[in-house]
C-alpha cells in the first residue's frame, strides 16, 4: 500500500499518560521511536518538544473519552492532529497492549487508513459545550414536568386529561391552590379559570372532586415545582451566554432562520455542531452521513441487509428533526409540508421526518458556502402564490384561443 505520511506518530491516550510511536518510513526502511508521557500539561509539552525533536508533526490519536482533549489542545496550533473513531482504529482482541496499540494507530494513519473526525474550532467548541448543556438541561425539565404531572396522577387528580397544558395560566394556579390549601373550594378554583377554560369548568372539577394528597406528597411536588423554576432560570442564563457567543456569526443565524421551521435557538445549535465552513465536510452526502441522515451501507453476498441510518448526530439529529415537525406545519411556506405528505404515503411517517430532515441539512450546507438565503432550485413547482398560477393560467388560455383561431376551429364573434 502507498505510504501516506513518511514521517507520523500514533497515539495511544489514557487518562494518566499516553503512549506515543514515531514511525519514520525511509525508502524501505521503517523506524520506530516509542515513549510514555503522563497527561499533565507539563509533560504534554515535552512530549510536543519531542515531537518536534524529531521533526514529527503528523499525529492520530483515538477519541478515549473526554481524555484526548487536553493532548489536543496543547499541540492542534502547529500539528496535524487527527481524532479518530475507535471503531477505525481498534485492534484484534488478543494481540493487543498499550504500546502495540499505539503502534497500530500509527501504521494504520501513515497509510491513510484512518479517517479523521470532524473537531471544529476553539469558538465552535465552546459555543457547543453550552448548547449541549442547555440541551441537557431542557431534558432534565422535561423529566422534571412529567414527575410534577404523575405526582398528582398518583393522588386521584386528573387535571392533564382537562387541559392541554398542566404549565399553562389555569392550569398552574389550580395547581397551587391545590398543594398549598388546606382545604378545597370549587367556586374558588372555577374563579381561578381563564381563556376557553372556562367552558370547561364543570369538567375541570370533576377532574379534581374526591381527590386525596398527603401533606408530604404535597411537599415533594413543590420542591419538583422549585426545581423547575431553578431549570428555568439556569436556561436563560445560557441563553444569555449564547447570544454573546453567537454575535460573531449573527449574519449566518439570520440567513439559517429564512429556511421554514428554523427558530433562532435552532439555528444556534446547528451552527455549534457543523461550524461555519462547509469545505471540512467534502460534500452534501458526507454531511449527511456525519448527522447519521444517510443510509448505511450493508450488502454481502448480492443481498443488502439492514440500511437503517446510524447513531451519529447524537445532538444535531434531534434538532434538525424538531426544525423538520416545525417545518411540515408550515402554512406561510408549505414547500416542506407538500414534501413530507408525498413521502409519507409511500414511506410512512417516520421516514418522512428524516428526509425532511436531509433537505434541510442539505440546504443548510449550501446556503453556508453560497451565503444565499433559502430557495430551492424546485420552489416554483411546489409553492407556486396563487396570483401567479392565475397569471400562467390566463395566459396558457389567451395562447389557445389564439391557436384555435388560427386553425379556424373558433370563430371571433
Known amino acids: 500500500m502507498k505510504v501516506i505520511y513518511n514521517n507520523c506518530c500514533g497515539i495511544d491516550v489514557h487518562k494518566t499518560f499516553l503512549i506515543a510511536t514515531i ?76 504500546k502495540k496499540d499505539s503502534k497500530w494507530i500509527g501504521e494504520l494513519f501513515r497509510l491513510g487508513l484512518v479517517p479523521g473526525s470532524f473537531i471544529p474550532p476553539k469558538d465552535i ?74 367552558k370547561k369548568s364543570d369538567e375541570v372539577i370533576e377532574s379534581i372532586d374526591g381527590y386525596h394528597m398527603m401533606q408530604p406528597q404535597k411537599d415533594r411536588a413543590l420542591i419538583i415545582r422549585q426545581h423547575i423554576d431553578y431549570l428555568n432560570q439556569m436556561i436563560a442564563t445560557i441563553d444569555a451566554y449564547l447570544d454573546e457567543l453567537i454575535s460573531p456569526y449573527e449574519p449566518l443565524v439570520k440567513l439559517l432562520c429564512s429556511i421554514p421551521g428554523v427558530k433562532r435557538q435552532s439555528a444556534i445549535i446547528i451552527i455549534s455542531e457543523i461550524g461555519s465552513n462547509m469545505f471540512v465536510f467534502g460534500d452534501q452526502k458526507k454531511i449527511s452521513s456525519w448527522a447519521g441522515l444517510a443510509p448505511s451501507s450493508n450488502e454481502s453476498a448480492g443481498k443488502k441487509k439492514s440500511v437503517k441510518i446510524s447513531r451519529a448526530g447524537v445532538y444535531l439529529k434531534p434538532a434538525l428533526v424538531q426544525v423538520a415537525h416545525a417545518a411540515k406545519k408550515s402554512t406561510t411556506t408549505p414547500y416542506y409540508k407538500i414534501k413530507f405528505d408525498r413521502i409519507a404515503k409511500r414511506r410512512g411517517k417516520k421516514r418522512a421526518i428524516i428526509a425532511i430532515s436531509r433537505m434541510i441539512l442539505v440546504a443548510i450546507y449550501h446556503m453556508i458556502q453560497t451565503g444565499e438565503l433559502w430557495n430551492p432550485i424546485d420552489l416554483t413547482t411546489i409553492d407556486t402564490p396563487e396570483h401567479i398560477l392565475q397569471r400562467k393560467k390566463d395566459k396558457a388560455i389567451k395562447e389557445a384561443t389564439k391557436l384555435l383561431i388560427k386553425e379556424g376551429i373558433l370563430k371571433v364573434s
Request: net charge positive.
Open 23 to 98: 514511525i519514520k518510513t525511509t525508502g524501505r526502511k521503517i523506524d520506530y521511536l516509542k515513549k510514555r508521557f503522563s497527561t499533565h500539561n507539563k509533560d504534554i509539552l515535552r512530549f510536543k518538544l519531542w515531537l518536534t525533536q524529531h521533526e514529527c508533526y503528523d499525529l492520530c490519536m483515538e477519541s478515549t473519552g473526554k481524555y484526548w482533549i487536553p493532548v489536543f489542545n496543547l499541540l492542534e496550533d502547529n500539528m496535524n492532529v487527527v481524532i479518530a473513531n475507535p471503531k477505525w482504529v481498534r485492534a484484534v482482541k488478543g494481540n493487543k497492549d498499550d
Open 125 to 198: 467548541r465552546i459555543l457547543r459545550e453550552l448548547t449541549r448543556y442547555r440541551f441537557k438541561l431542557v431534558s432534565t425539565r422535561s423529566s422534571e414536568k412529567n414527575r410534577f404531572q404523575n405526582s398528582f396522577t398518583v393522588c386521584n387528580i386528573a387535571l392533564d386529561s382537562v387541559v392541554s397544558d398542566m404549565f399553562g395560566v389555569s392550569a398552574s394556579a389550580i395547581s397551587n391552590y391545590i398543594l398549598t390549601s388546606d382545604t378545597f373550594d370549587f367556586e374558588h378554583c372555577v374563579s381561578l379559570l381563564k381563556g376557553r377554560l372556562k
